[in-house]
């Protein structure tokens, strides 16, 4: 299977922040990648798809890039509602994986 | 709307079985490809197996290999996890979630249900 690796595994920051969310893959899994967000006690909401496409309705503040085995995560300009924990997602095989996830948290 | 939503969860002895279940309405079911993920408590995400559109192509987690099944039934709009020989280790919330294309191919997860907890007391 391919192993996901996130870091850091938890994170303080300040509402109006910049943060970026670092996820590595094992193998070269090209753009298959995928980012969720899920709040206490909710279930995972889909942020991103394909490395960097926004999935409709979600915040501009948020983005992607990377390719093969290196990806990240970037919130421009924290806001309440993302002190959430995120997780990264590879779909290029059939046993789909995710990382260890990343807990931001209030500083 | 699209929607999912678990049910089925509940507290059982190790080494006993539960069936899940999981109801989607708001789009073509038979078009999707369906899986279950779960969550440990305080644990991160971790897939458990995949249906795909037709029902008969199946993947699944070596942690749950032989002992998990998932199905569906096209004309009820349901997922379904049977869910044998349980352990301690398989307690957590249990989510469906629907797969970005239905045949033999991959993609991501949305949406996802609620979720339904299932415990294995020992």
């Known amino acids: 299977d391919i192993q996901m690796t996130q870091s850091p595994s938890t994170l303080s920051a300040s509402v109006g922040d910049r943060v970026t969310i670092t996820c590595r893959a094992s193998?070269?899994?090209?753009?298959?990648l995928a980012w969720y967000q899920q709040q206490p006690g909710k279930a995972p909401k889909l942020l991103i798809y394909e490395a960097s496409d926004l999935q409709t309705e979600v915040p501009s503040r948020f983005s992607g890039s990377g390719s093969a085995t290196e990806f990240t995560l970037t919130i421009n300009g924290l806001q309440p509602d993302d002190f959430a924990t995120y997780y990264c997602q590879q779909y290029a095989t059939y046993s789909r994986t995710f990382g260890q996830g990343t807990k931001v948290e209030i500083k | 709307q699209v929607q999912l939503v678990e049910s089925g969860g509940g507290v059982v002895q190790s080494g006993r079985s539960l069936r899940l279940s999981c109801a989607a309405s708001g789009f073509t079911f038979s078009s999707f490809g369906m899986h279950w993920v779960r969550q440990a408590p305080g644990r991160g995400l971790e897939w458990v197996a995949v249906v795909w559109n037709n029902g008969i192509k199946k993947h699944y987690a070596d942690s749950v290999t032989g002992r998990f099944t998932i199905s569906r039934d096209n004309s009820k709009d349901t997922v379904s996890l049977e869910m044998n020989s349980l352990r301690v280790e398989d307690t957590g919330i249990y989510y469906c979630a629907r797969d970005l294309c239905g045949g033999d191919c991959v993609g991501w997860f949305d949406p996802w249900g609620h979720g339904t907890q299932v415990t294995v007391s020992s």
């Open positions: 193998q070269s899994i090209k753009n298959w």
